[in-house]
Nanobody, 114 residues
C-alpha cells in the first residue's frame, strides 16, 4: 500500500517562506517521479512543480524563481521550498507520486495572508 503524507502547511505572511514535506511509504521512492499540485475551492487542481527520478525539475510559470522542489532518497521524502509567498499562493497543496500508477497525498493547507 503506497502512502503519501504531506506536512508543513500553515499560515504565513506575504513575502514569507514555507517548506512542505511529502513522505512516501510502500514504494521504491528513488524510482518515482514526484510532483506538487495545488487547488483552491471550486477550481481545478493545478500543477506546481515536478522532479523526475533523475532529479530533473519543472515548474509552473507562476512559481518559477520562488519555489524549489527537491527530494531526499535516503528518507523517502520530497520537498517544496516556497519563498516570497503571495496571497495567490493560498491553496491546498497536494503531493503526487508516479511510476506506473499515480498516488496522491491528503493535502495540506497553505494560507498567505497578513
Amino acid at each position: 500500500q503506497v502512502k503519501l503524507v504531506e506536512s508543513g502547511g500553515g499560515l504565513v505572511q506575504p513575502g514569507g517562506s514555507l517548506t512542505l514535506s511529502c513522505e512516501v511509504s510502500g514504494a521504491g521512492f528513488s524510482g518515482l517521479e514526484m510532483a506538487w499540485y495545488r487547488q483552491v475551492p471550486d477550481k481545478e487542481r493545478d500543477f506546481v512543480a515536478r522532479i523526475s527520478r533523475y532529479g530533473n525539475t519543472d515548474y509552473n510559470d507562476a512559481v518559477k524563481g520562488r519555489f524549489a522542489i527537491s527530494k531526499d532518497n535516503t528518507v523517502n521524502t520530497a520537498y517544496l521550498h516556497m519563498n516570497n509567498l503571495i496571497p495567490e499562493d493560498t491553496a491546498v497543496y497536494y503531493c503526487r507520486a508516479r511510476h506506473v500508477e499515480t498516488f496522491w497525498g491528503q493535502g495540506t493547507w497553505v494560507t498567505v495572508s497578513s
